[in-house]
């Protein structure tokens, strides 16, 4: 062809539905010119190519007529980076099973050998070095299979990195990251029996019982069946027909008929029963039980009551029960059956339990005292058999009086108050007018202070006999000496009541004797034939420098100073009465003294 002829003016392009021409360059190569557009040609449009009648080849000869011809261009070139639209796991999903695969689908095509191992990783989010695995990829979706299984309750994180790219080659335009975390570790351990019913080698047991099992864990309920779990009588016959329930862990074999009487059977459940995870019984499971005797068609009878039937005086927080001649079906005892109710008034609110063969119906509130009550069990008490109460079964009893709640008081005490010329060895009692609750007199809520309470307690202890409190200093008191005795409300009487008030009295001791003496004091004995007293002592209890019937004469006086006596040393004296035909008395109690 003639060079000069082949330009942009012959051989033009331009898009076929009108439009300015496209711009660009001739180039010839042999007898082959090629126009190459400037810029990129518009996408999904098509062109018309035309050489004019005005190209001629080397010797002049031009084209008999002008050549075109179309083409049609592609799609514009893709160049948006790929994204994740889906993950297996999700992100932050817990529970996942230790045997899972990790996977992510795109939201286009990819170049699948950008997707491998060192794009596509999944390691601890605690760190440590990355899981070991295969990537392979199907479609748009990208799969890490781990080389063993995950470690349980372990988060992972699973990244897949911007090596990875579209089928264009547009790179992710950041790594992904997404965590999940496994599950426990999958349970391997066999299930075991955990309880039967009835018990291995139960004997008694009833003609229509049922018999189950109760394992440690739940099962497969499709495991147990009639061909896993079956019955028969141990000395051989075949197999006792019946069905099979699961309920939580017990499965529950119900015989189609009642059993035979007086027959040991034996019930057998097979390793063919799974739990849940699939793991069977370790090996057979077996036990023995042995029916009863014919049917119990004897009623229950009521042997005793409590209250029994007509007593009184019955305290206001009693509860009421009866007890059976046999074993009862507790449930048959409640409220409804079991009732208690004032004669010709409103029925007691109150709960009813069972304890072996005894019934007890406990009432919500104390009892109304001085009040007659009536207690009735209804024929809709059975016993274990199902026999009901032949007939109505009544009895009545009457309450005590109201609880006490009147506070105790003081009626008298030793020394009295105000007393004066108190030995300097005295107790200190307060006589109350009840019986007291014994505890709660003490040293704390029984106390003795010299000249005021603002001084320190004296020191000693607290006994109780009957209704009388004896405080016993450790020590004489001072002679001559003012003191205080305290009775606080925190003593209380039986009933539980306190003192309504603290109860104070005062007394004042005699003056102190001299050093190495001691005041005896005692009350007169009444006699005609009185002649006189005999003053013993000594330093132990009972133990007496005079021998019986040689105590100190002191004639028919009811004080003696004896003197001459050791400081530093507890003397113990006791007193006796002689009369006119020289008979003595038994000692009287023994008093002591601490001499100085």
């Known amino acids: 062809m003639a060079i000069a002829t082949l330009n942009t003016a012959s051989f033009s392009l331009r898009p076929t539905a009108g439009g300015a021409a496209a711009i660009g360059s001739i180039s010839i190569s042999g007898n082959t010119a090629t126009f190459t557009p400037a810029t990129s040609l518009t996408a999904n449009t098509q062109y018309t190519a035309t050489i004019s009648g005005s190209v001629t080849d080397t010797v002049g000869n031009g084209l008999a007529a002008d050549y075109s011809w179309q083409f049609t261009t592609g799609a514009a070139f893709d160049i948006t980076p790929p994204t994740v639209s889906a993950t297996s796991p999700a992100n932050n999903a817990t529970g996942i099973t230790l045997n899972a695969s990790v996977s992510a689908t795109f ?13 596509f990783t ?51 335009a950041a790594n992904y990251n997404w965590q999940f975390t496994t599950g426990a570790a999958p349970d391997t351990t066999p299930p075991t029996v955990s309880a ?61 008929a009642s059993l035979a009487g007086s027959t040991q059977y034996t019930a057998t459940i097979s390793s063919t029963a799974t739990d849940a995870a699939g793991n069977a019984l370790g090996s057979n499971y077996v036990w023995q039980f042995t029916t009863s005797a014919a049917p119990d068609t004897t009623p229950p009878t009521v042997s005793t009551t409590s209250p029994a039937d007509r007593t009184t005086g019955i305290a206001l927080n009693t509860s009421v029960s009866a007890t059976f001649s046999e074993a009862m079906t507790n449930s048959t005892l409640n409220t409804v059956s079991f009732a208690l109710a004032i004669h010709g008034g409103p029925s007691v609110a109150g709960t009813v339990q069972v304890s072996g063969n005894t019934a007890t119906f406990t ?35 009457t309450t005590g009086a109201a609880p006490d709640t009147t506070p105790p008081t003081v009626i008298s005490t030793s020394p009295v108050n105000g007393g004066i010329g108190v030995a300097q060895n ?26 005021t309470t603002g001084n320190p307690a004296v020191n000693g202890t607290v006994n109780v006999s009957g209704n009388i409190a004896t405080f016993t200093p450790n020590a004489s008191l001072a002679g001559n000496m003012q003191y205080i005795a305290t009775i606080t409300t925190a003593a209380t009487d039986a009933a539980g009541n306190a003192l309504a008030a603290d109860y104070i009295w005062s007394f004042t001791t005699a003056h102190a004797t001299p050093n ?30 005079q021998a019986p019937g040689g105590g100190i004469a002191v004639g028919n006086v009811t004080t003696y100073t004896l003197s001459g006596l050791n400081s530093g040393t507890r003397y113990y004296f006791a007193v006796t009465a002689v009369d006119t035909s020289n008979n003595e008395s038994p000692f009287s109690s023994e008093v002591f003294k601490d001499i100085p």
């Open 107 to 119: 939201s286009e095509a990819m170049t699948n050998a950008t997707l491998n191992a060192a794009s």
């Open 122 to 172: 999944l390691r601890r989010t605690a760190g440590g070095a990355a899981v070991t695995g295969t990537v392979n990829v199907s479609g748009n979706t990208v799969t890490f299979t781990p080389g063993g299984s995950l470690n349980a309750t372990t988060q992972y994180t699973a990244t897949i990195t911007r090596a990875a790219a579209d089928a264009a080659g547009n790179a992710l």
């Open 196 to 256: 039967t019913s009835p018990a291995n080698n139960a004997t008694g047991i009833k003609l229509n019982a049922s018999v189950s099992a109760t394992f440690s864990e739940a099962m497969t309920n499709a495991t147990l069946n009639t061909s896993s779990f079956t019955l028969r009588p141990r000395a051989g016959g075949a197999a006792t027909t019946g069905t099979v329930n699961v309920s939580g862990n017990t499965a529950t074999f119900t015989p189609t």
């Open 363 to 397: 009432p919500t509130l104390s009892l109304a005292g001085n009040t007659l009550y009536h207690a009735i069990i209804t024929t809709a008490a059975m016993d274990a058999a199902g026999n009901a109460l032949a007939a109505i079964y009544k009895w009545h009893f």
């Open 426 to 451: 005295s107790t200190v009692s307060a006589t109350f007018s009840e019986a007291m609750n014994n505890s709660t007199l003490s040293t704390a809520s029984f106390t003795l202070h010299r000249g």
């Open 516 to 545: 190495g003496t001691a005041i005896l004091t005692w009350d007169a004995v009444v006699n005609s034939n009185l002649s006189g007293y005999r003053v013993y002592y000594g330093t132990a209890p009972g133990v007496y420098i």
